[in-house]
């Protein structure tokens, strides 16, 4: 009877909370701002997002879509899963502009700044 304690429901549970915890260890935060244009078309202006270690640009910006609306997200994309030419997002100061490029910031966590630059603005 000993083959029946170890199928017993609770015990495959336990690895399962140690795989997450390891996850959640090494999970990324970004605190997100939005500016200009964009602003005007939320409410949720700062807003925090928490994702698995590999995440990468494009699923920020998928993150902020469904935070912030899909008028938001429209803006930010140009719809050939790319960002749009007016879009610019700043990780930590620096510009990113390919939705390819992985978030790993070495404390965790990352400062995220998305302006929508209207041709005023442009210069």
């Given at each position: ?6 199928k ?11 795989i ?8 990324v ?34 993150a ?55 041709a005023?603005?442009?210069?």
């Amino acid at each position: 009877s000993s083959s029946k304690k170890h199928k017993r429901p609770l015990e495959p549970r336990q690895p399962l909370v140690a795989i997450d915890a390891g996850r959640a260890a090494k999970a990324v935060t970004v605190n997100v701002s939005v500016f200009g244009y964009l602003a005007t078309l939320t409410d949720q202006k700062k807003i925090t997002l928490h994702f698995p270690a590999a995440a990468k640009l494009g699923d920020v910006i998928e993150a902020v879509g469904r935070a912030c609306g899909a008028e938001v997200q429209s803006a930010i994309e140009d719809g050939a899963n790319g960002l749009a030419k007016c879009c610019r997002i700043f990780v930590d100061g620096v510009i990113l502009d390919d939705v390819g490029t992985s978030l790993s910031p070495a404390s965790g966590k990352a400062d995220m700044d998305i302006i929508i630059l209207m041709a005023n603005e442009a210069g």
